[in-house]
């Protein structure tokens, strides 16, 4: 039911922005855009969401299309800790379905 | 922040036997919880929904009699699997709503830790 398409996976240096896309082009218009991470062996943490806006907060920044079929979630300065899988997922405050994620790995 | 804790953590049951897992949200009241299951280099898959004073719904594919879900009160859900057997071997994660999410900025699911569940 994951109504999302992600990169496999992504490489990013250390210190420097990781930029990671989705795709969403069924949105409908009450959904939120929803972001979490899972580290291995642990659970999903939670990120950042948005509907429409761009959003901040202290751990990340959330772009999202005018017409909200794609977003981008920046993590300004990566760190080795930010190496996990990260999910985008669509939600209308009903259930949370996973698609398969991006595997972000974060080098020194 | 809204936190949940599951027990156990891990888990060694021998095949045929029963393992009940805890999922309790410490700070906040739940009406809604969820399972979902997780086997190595996969996503998430949402087991059933965990709904306090009435039954669970479960996904497609998901075997109830197998997954015995209870939500007595709104701080707690339980998932006992039945019969184990070294395929139900999975790592089972449970996340929980604040009913009152208003007063948060995170209008999202709490997950658990994760219970590492292994069947010999």
């Known amino acids: 039911d994951a109504k999302t398409t992600q990169p496999t996976s992504m490489d990013c240096a250390e210190g420097r922005a990781a930029n990671l896309p989705c795709n969403h082009s069924?949105?409908?218009?009450?959904?939120?855009v929803y972001w979490y991470r899972q580290i291995h062996s642990q659970g999903p943490q939670y990120i950042i969401h948005?509907?429409?806006n761009n959003e901040t907060n202290e751990m990340a920044s959330l772009i999202i299309t005018e017409d909200r079929k794609s977003s981008t979630l920046i993590l300004p300065h990566a760190t080795l800790r930010d190496t996990a899988v990260y999910y985008c997922?669509?939600?209308?405050?009903?259930?949370?379905?996973f698609g398969s994620g991006t595997k972000l790995n974060v080098k020194p | 922040g809204a936190v949940v804790s599951q027990h156990p953590s891990w888990v060694i049951c021998k095949s045929g036997t029963s393992v009940k897992i805890e999922c309790r949200s410490l700070?906040?009241?739940?009406?809604?919880m969820f399972w979902y299951r997780q086997f190595p280099k996969q996503s998430l898959m949402l087991m059933a929904t965990?709904?306090?004073?009435?039954?669970?719904?479960?996904e497609q594919g998901v075997e109830k009699d197998k997954f015995l879900i209870n939500h007595a009160s709104l701080t707690l859900s339980t998932l006992t699997v039945t019969s184990a057997h070294p395929e139900d071997s999975s790592f089972y994660i449970c996340?929980?709503?604040?009913?009152?999410?208003?007063?948060?900025?995170?209008?999202?699911?709490?997950f658990g830790s994760g219970t590492r569940l292994t069947v010999v």
């Open positions: 700070d906040f009241q739940a009406t809604t």
């Open positions: 948005g509907l429409k």
């Open positions: 996340s929980a709503r604040d009913s009152s999410h208003l007063k948060r900025h995170n209008y999202g699911y709490t």
């Open positions: 965990s709904n306090e004073g009435s039954k669970a719904t479960y």
């Open positions: 069924t949105i409908s218009g009450n959904e939120y």
């Open positions: 997922i669509l939600y209308n405050f009903n259930k949370f379905y």
